[in-house]
């Protein structure tokens, strides 16, 4: 009899462990939620996202450059400087990851966004619970970009109220984007010399600087749809130097340094500053990144940028027609065609394409026709 008791006791254990499973599994599976224990928090869902990534191929075809793996996110309560939230979160998806984090109910938060920004130096952040009022990361000025994965930052205010609320936010490349090709349509090989941008600031903010929040939002608004404007209210560090940019030449699989200074295959300069372009070729550079600029002449409003070279003796030179800015998150391609080595109207002709940083349709531009300077 003791035997078939203690039997029906472990028959029932296991019943009731296996009835308790579900409970357990569901409990485990539940999202990160709001509503702390004394009812003061609610929950504040963010969908984080780069600006129109749903146009662009699968991730592998993304630049090593422009990859993220990882998001900081911080929360700070507007009104008391109360930091409510810090961490480094993974970020698998660019056309949406979403986060649940819990904050206090009815104020103003400042949400920060930070990828690819922790090798940064003197960037000094907060923990949770530290009163902080984010000057160290507002002026934060870039004065030279990575050479490794580029900075994607933001910003964002976020009214919360009595309720759990959700808000979709984007993170900018804190870059300009700029391809480029020239094309030889000669009957001669020619050897460009010392390409250049100008003129291209020395340093940006680490952080988007725009005028106002509407200012964001219609910047927002220019690179998540076909509808695009040219956004001018922004700001760069008041100390930065506009300065030209030199373009420098790609290595091809056939260009073999021989250690004293030249490339066998070209005689290119080992320092990029010149390259040859075979007749009916075309040399495309690679893919580079400069900062965020704001070039104004003196007496003027407007926003002005040329490129330039040279050939042989003479130096080349044309204003870009109608890019009337060079925020963040701008990608820039321009096409250089040498029909015939002489100054007549034709011969050399220089155009852009201006797009937002990802690819929609783009708006087409025109370089003046360049003229040489003797």
Not at 72 to 84: A, G, L, P
Not at 97 to 120: M, Q
Not at 206 to 223: T, Y
């Amino acid at each position: 009899m003791k035997k078939i008791i203690r039997i029906l006791i472990l028959c029932l254990s296991c019943i009731g462990a296996c009835w308790l499973l579900p409970a357990c599994s569901s409990a485990l599976e539940e999202p990160e939620s709001g509503g702390g224990g004394d009812g003061s928090t609610v929950t504040l869902t963010i969908q984080a996202m780069v600006p129109g990534t749903t146009t662009r191929a699968d991730a592998t075809s993304i630049p090593e450059r422009e990859q993220i793996d990882k998001l900081r996110i911080i929360v700070v309560d507007k009104t008391t400087n109360n930091v409510e939230y810090n961490s480094l979160l993974n970020f698998p998806n660019r056309d949406g990851s979403s986060y649940n984090i819990e904050v206090t109910k009815n104020g103003t938060k400042l949400v920060y966004f930070l990828a690819n920004t922790e090798s940064l130096t003197n960037l000094s952040l907060p923990r949770k619970g530290q009163t902080w009022n984010g000057t160290e990361v507002d002026g934060y000025v870039l004065h030279s970009l990575p050479e490794n994965r580029l900075p994607f930052t933001s910003k964002y205010e976020i009214e919360v109220n009595e309720e759990d609320v959700s808000a979709t936010c984007y993170i900018a490349i804190a870059a300009i984007k700029f391809s480029l090709d020239f094309t030889n349509k000669t009957e001669s090989n020619i050897e460009v010399q010392s390409l250049k941008i100008s003129s291209i600031a020395d340093r940006s903010y680490l952080l988007p600087h725009l005028d106002s929040k509407e200012d964001w939002d219609k910047w927002i608004e220019s690179v998540t749809s076909d509808d695009k404007e040219y956004i001018t209210a922004y700001s760069i560090p008041t100390d930065t130097q506009h300065q030209e940019f030199e373009v420098k030449a790609n290595k091809t699989a056939t260009e073999t340094d021989d250690g004293n200074g030249t490339d066998d295959a070209t005689g290119n300069t080992s320092d990029g500053s010149s390259f040859t372009v075979e007749t009916g070729k075309t040399y495309t550079f690679d893919s580079f990144y400069c900062h965020e600029s704001k070039f104004i002449l003196q007496g003027e409003t407007e926003q002005h940028y040329s490129i330039q070279f040279e050939i042989g003796d003479k130096t080349y030179y044309g204003e870009i027609d109608g890019l009337k800015s060079l925020i963040r998150s701008t990608h820039v391609t321009i096409h250089i065609n040498i029909n015939k080595l002489d100054t007549n109207p034709g011969n050399i002709i220089i155009w852009g394409t201006i797009t937002p940083w990802t690819p929609y349709e783009p708006i087409e531009g025109e370089l003046e026709e360049v003229t040489s300077e003797p």
